[in-house]
Every structure is written in C-alpha cells, then in structure tokens.
C-alpha cells in the first residue's frame, strides 16, 4: 500500500471511529459535501502553510477535525500535493524498518559530502596589514634566527 493510501486509511479509521463515539461529529462526518480525500488534502497543505515536516497524530487529528467541523474554503484546502507521507505505527514492518535505514543511509551520505565539500572550500585570506609600526606603537626588539643572515 502506498504511502498516501495508508494516510487515507489512517485518517478514515480516526474519523470513523470519532463518529462512532460523538453523535454531533457523526452528523457533521455524514456531509456529502465532504471526503476523506480532501480532508487529507487539506491537512497536507496546511502542514505546507506551516512550514513544517513532522506533526503528532493530534495535531494532525486536529487538523482533520478541523476540515469536518469547520467551513473550509477551496483556498484553505489547496490543491494536491504530490508528497510523501510517513505515518506512525505502534510497531513497524521489516519493509518499513528497511525503508527507514535506507533512508537514514542516503540522509548520512549527504550530511558526510556537504561536510566534505565544506572542508574542501578555499578558506578567505585575511587583509593584509601594514608592516610599518603605528604611532606609539611598541617595537618588537626580540632576536630572531633570520636576523643574523
């Protein structure tokens, strides 16, 4: 199941079973006006609007919520956006846990090249500065092994 259905299901399975447990929800829940797949629309661009990556479940519940018991606009819902959605389980799939070391691998490569690439820049030269003393200035009298040559 892709990433997106399994977002759906989840937010269907709040919802059905919010309904089921608050009758004034269940009515609000019944609109034929409404669907699972635009509320799931809404979220995700409301999580863009925020500037975010992560949310919990209740904020993401609450977004939900939200799209059901308020007058969303077309605005306010958006249009699709083509993402990728991880959403939390209790426990995960040999397929999730590979999937989420092969994405920690490819986010740890990259960190390493930009830090590779960020070692192997030119460092800026500081300006040169006057040689000649400043007025007032003390002189170095110290020897030095180069002044006997």
Request: with cysteine; aromatic share 6%.
């Amino acid at each position: 199941m892709k990433s997106s259905e399994n977002f759906i299901e989840a937010i269907r399975q709040y919802l059905d079973s919010r309904a089921a447990s608050d009758n004034l929800f269940a009515i609000r829940y019944a609109s034929p006006s409404k669907s699972v797949a635009e509320c799931c629309q809404y979220i995700l661009n409301e999580v863009k609007r925020q500037g975010v990556a992560v949310m919990t479940n209740d904020e993401v519940y609450s977004l939900a919520t939200h799209y059901w018991d308020g007058d969303c606009t077309a605005e306010e819902i958006g249009k699709p956006i083509n993402c990728k959605v991880v959403i939390s389980k209790d426990q995960l799939t040999e397929e999730d846990k590979a999937e989420l070391k092969e994405q920690a691998m490819e986010q740890f490569k990259q960190e390493q090249l930009r830090e590779l690439r960020s070692q192997s820049k030119p460092k800026s030269q500081p300006k040169p500065t006057s040689t000649a003393p400043k007025a007032g200035a003390e002189i170095d009298t110290a020897p030095n092994l180069f002044d006997n040559l």
